[in-house]
């Protein structure tokens, strides 16, 4: 239990830095880029909070669309890196975030896929 309570302080603070960071996106992204990138980083958080209420299968179902919602926030913070919205500082600290939360969430998901 407190490896999921480490993921849900870290993906709080992630999601405390990308939303302000991203506000000075180009205003011509907003509703493309920026929106999906918010989404998928609260989407992760919202089914984190899904998953801890679950057991078992739904629980592993949860978690699984979680890492994909991950995947996604990687995916829009690489494009974001690469069009220069992030500075190289700024990727290189959120990559370090999101990596920490991606380990957290294997972890979870180990324990769940171990549980009988």
């Known amino acids: 239990m407190s490896e999921e309570m480490v993921i849900f302080t870290r993906t709080y603070d992630f ?3 990308l939303i302000p960071v991203a506000e000075g996106f180009p205003r011509s992204q907003r509703f493309v880029v920026t929106q999906r990138l918010h989404n998928a980083a ?22 699984r669309a979680a890492d ?44 769940v896929t171990a549980a009988p």
Do not use: D, P
């Not at 609260?42 to 978690?63: M, P, S, Y």
């Not at 700024?90 to 324990?111: C, D, F, N, P």
């Open 42 to 63: 609260l989407n992760f958080q919202e089914l984190l909070i899904e998953a801890n209420a679950c057991r078992n299968t739904r629980r592993a179902e949860l978690l």
């Open 68 to 111: 994909t919602e991950l995947r996604k926030v990687r995916l829009y913070l690489r494009l974001c890196e690469k069009w220069g919205w992030l500075t190289s500082a700024q990727y290189r600290h959120v990559s370090k975030m999101v990596a920490e939360i991606g380990r957290l969430l294997g972890g979870w998901q180990k324990t």
């Open 15 to 17: 999601i405390t830095w």
